[in-house]
């Protein structure tokens, strides 16, 4: 699958007319990758505002490093991999403040039981998927739910076809594992 | 292992279905943003925030951004404090997010001044090689900028002060840094989300507004 739609002006010219600031360029360049870039970090973080923020950050720093594009991948591909850089960051960062306060959640709800599960189909989805390890979660969701190739992951991941392979294969496995009284739900 | 097709794989298709499902992607909405954050990074030459270019001509450049801001500021603020008066007898006259009729200049420079912000806080939570001192002039700068608006019409809008004031903890923060602790950083960045400051600073910035050379018509 291509990162971008066809395209009326080759990307090296694009790039060009960029790096010479002409806002119209700049503005074609946003419309032939947000889509892409938008679902896949929607995808990753399942929250509107943050997904735009974080796909506003990386065309930010997409058009402040541009001169730093040489070419040897798509500018797709170069986007996706500022965008899951962007991602990765801001979701460490709010990990580690979650974990502060569940902290104090917790010494405020010691002795409580825990909630009941919730059986509904996609809580169990969210739980199974959020569940992955990081970099199997992000291979699964860019591999199998929008469609980008093990190429291209490679690329905007900078890891080997193969580790990107692998880490699919482990991810669909430890889903059916997580989701195995589910089967029904999709085996006919 | 597997190959590039997924379309065999139903329980994919039904996590694809479920899970995380993108809304309509707002793109007028992050492309105003993003022009507005562009656009103030480029209106005047800020130094690029690595190690190379910053070594090239620090004092010139940084030099004259803060001579830029300054003047830019200075006209705003003299502008809107002459227009209100005191602000003693003017109690209800409010910023460009208020009530009252804000001066087109003090609009102006409140706006060029919070894409400033935002484009600066961007590149500091993203740009985790650069030096400390790389930020410290601009983040001095930007203070010096956000006080001065604090004691304008402008602050006195609550939403606005409410900004101003968040922006001002963290610029503090930013210049206090020890060059010897960089690890405070992660500190700073997590009062940033903690704060949600980013979303505030952008949704300050009214949508279609570009920042552009003070008194521009």
Same mark, same amino acid.
């Given at each position: 699958?291509?990162?971008?739609?066809?395209?009326?002006?080759?990307?090296?010219?694009?790039?060009?007319?960029?790096?010479?600031?002409?806002?119209?360029?700049?503005?074609?360049?946003?419309?032939?990758?947000?889509?892409?870039?938008?679902?896949?970090?929607?995808?990753?973080?399942?929250?509107?505002?943050?997904?735009?923020?974080?796909?506003?950050?990386?065309?930010?720093?997409?058009?402040?490093?541009?001169?730093?594009?040489?070419?040897?991948?798509?500018?797709?591909?170069?986007?996706?991999?500022?965008?899951?850089?962007? @991602?990765?960051?801001?979701?460490? *960062?709010?990990?580690?403040? !979650?974990? $502060?306060? /569940?902290?104090?959640? #917790?010494?405020?709800? =010691?002795?409580?039981?825990?909630?009941?599960?919730?059986?509904?189909?996609?809580?169990?989805?969210?739980?199974?998927?959020?569940?992955?390890?990081?970099?199997?979660?992000?291979?699964?969701?860019?591999?199998?739910?929008?469609?980008?190739?093990?190429?291209?992951?490679?690329?905007?991941?900078? @890891?080997?076809?193969?580790?990107? *392979?692998?880490?699919?294969? !482990?991810? $669909?496995? /430890?889903?059916?594992? #997580?989701?195995?009284? =589910?089967?029904?739900?999709?085996?006919? | 292992?597997?190959?590039?097709?997924?379309?065999?794989?139903?329980?994919?298709?039904?996590?694809?279905?479920?899970?995380?499902?993108?809304?309509?992607?707002?793109?007028?909405?992050?492309?105003?943003?993003?022009?507005?954050?562009?656009?103030?990074?480029?209106?005047?030459?800020?130094?690029?925030?690595?190690?190379?270019?910053?070594?090239?001509?620090?004092?010139?450049?940084?030099?004259?951004?803060?001579?830029?801001?300054?003047?830019?500021?200075?006209?705003?603020?003299?502008?809107?404090?002459?227009?209100?008066?005191?602000?003693?007898?003017?109690?209800?006259?409010?910023?460009?997010?208020?009530?009252?009729?804000?001066?087109?200049?003090?609009?102006?420079?409140?706006?060029?001044?919070?894409?400033?912000?935002?484009?600066?806080?961007?590149?500091?939570?993203?740009?985790?090689?650069?030096?400390?001192?790389?930020?410290?002039?601009?983040?001095?700068?930007?203070?010096?900028?956000?006080?001065?608006?604090?004691?304008?019409?402008?602050?006195?809008?609550?939403?606005?002060?409410?900004?101003?004031?968040?922006?001002?903890?963290?610029?503090?923060?930013?210049?206090?840094?020890?060059?010897?602790?960089?690890?405070?950083?992660?500190?700073?960045?997590?009062?940033?989300?903690?704060?949600?400051?980013?979303?505030?600073?952008?949704?300050?910035?009214?949508?279609?507004?570009?920042?552009?050379?003070?008194?521009?018509?």
């Amino acid at each position: 699958m291509s990162l971008s739609p066809p395209e009326p002006v080759d990307q090296d010219t694009l790039v060009s007319r960029v790096l010479a600031r002409d806002p119209a360029a700049e503005r074609e360049l946003y419309d032939r990758h947000v889509d892409r870039i938008y679902r896949l970090v929607y995808r990753m973080v399942g929250d509107a505002d943050r997904a735009a923020e974080y796909t506003q950050d990386t065309f930010v720093r997409g058009f402040e490093r541009l001169r730093e594009f040489r070419g040897e991948a798509a500018l797709g591909t170069w986007l996706t991999s500022i965008a899951i850089s962007v @991602v990765y960051n801001a979701q460490r *960062k709010l990990k580690r403040i !979650r974990s $502060r306060e /569940q902290d104090l959640e #917790a010494a405020e709800t =010691l002795g409580r039981e825990d909630p009941v599960p919730n059986p509904i189909l996609r809580d169990r989805l969210n739980a199974a998927v959020g569940e992955l390890p990081e970099g199997y979660r992000t291979v699964f969701l860019m591999h199998d739910v929008e469609g980008f190739t093990h190429r291209e992951i490679a690329t905007a991941l900078q @890891v080997q076809e193969g580790t990107s *392979k692998a880490q699919l294969s !482990r991810a $669909r496995a /430890q889903l059916r594992v #997580a989701l195995a009284d =589910l089967a029904g739900e999709w085996v006919t | 292992m597997t190959d590039d097709t997924n379309t065999e794989n139903p329980m994919a298709r039904l996590i694809g279905e479920e899970y995380h499902v993108p809304p309509p992607v707002p793109r007028e909405e992050m492309w105003t943003r993003i022009r507005a954050t562009l656009d103030a990074g480029r209106s005047t030459p800020v130094v690029p925030l690595t190690r190379a270019r910053l070594r090239t001509r620090p004092g010139v450049v940084i030099a004259a951004w803060i001579t830029g801001i300054a003047a830019l500021l200075a006209l705003g603020v003299g502008i809107g404090r002459f227009t209100v008066g005191d602000g003693s007898r003017a109690p209800t006259t409010a910023g460009p997010t208020g009530t009252g009729t804000p001066t087109m200049a003090l609009s102006a420079a409140t706006v060029e001044h919070l894409s400033r912000a935002a484009s600066f806080l961007t590149t500091f939570r993203s740009d985790t090689e650069a030096e400390e001192e790389t930020f410290d002039a601009q983040a001095r700068a930007l203070l010096t900028t956000t006080r001065l608006l604090l004691d304008t019409p402008a602050g006195r809008d609550p939403r606005l002060r409410s900004v101003l004031d968040d922006l001002e903890f963290i610029l503090a923060q930013i210049i206090q840094i020890p060059a010897d602790r960089p690890e405070d950083r992660d500190l700073i960045t997590d009062g940033l989300e903690t704060r949600q400051l980013m979303p505030r600073l952008r949704t300050a910035i009214p949508p279609g507004t570009s920042p552009r050379p003070f008194g521009a018509s």
